[in-house]
């Protein structure tokens, strides 16, 4: 069974930087899609960043440049470094692991979730 915990979650001023990671165990980061999703009050699931276990990467136009995914292997965890944060990216933000070795950036894709990390950025 796998388990995701997120981690690095916290409340920073407009323009600031944070570094979430998702430690996993009982499924292996290089072998299928994994991806950062969050959810803000009154709004749905949105996929931010994906990394498919070819390595390519996939994000959402409006992180692009921003954020970026990234894997380690020998650690079994998945990271997402935020850069230059909006309050437009304040959100629960969730790690979740698919069954597929690549897939769209869409919820119904993924079985495994974490409990979620908060990011609060205030302007």
């Known amino acids: 069974q796998a388990q995701l915990v997120e981690s690095g979650g916290d409340s920073v001023q407009s323009g600031g930087s944070l570094r979430l990671a998702c430690t996993v165990s009982?499924?292996?980061?290089?072998?299928?899609?994994m991806a950062w999703f969050r959810q803000a009050p009154g709004k749905d699931r949105e996929g931010v960043a994906g990394f498919s276990s070819d390595g390519t990467r996939d994000y959402v136009d409006s992180v692009k440049g921003r954020f970026t995914i990234s894997r380690d292997i020998a650690k079994n965890m998945l990271s997402l470094q935020m850069n230059s944060l909006k309050p437009e990216d304040t959100a629960m933000y969730y790690c979740?692991?698919?069954?597929?070795?690549?897939?769209?950036?869409?919820?119904?894709?993924?079985?495994?979730w974490g409990q979620g990390t908060q990011v609060t950025v205030s302007s």
């Open positions: 009982g499924y292996s980061v290089s072998k299928y899609f």
């Open positions: 979740a692991a698919s069954s597929f070795k690549t897939a769209p950036l869409k919820a119904s894709f993924f079985g495994h």
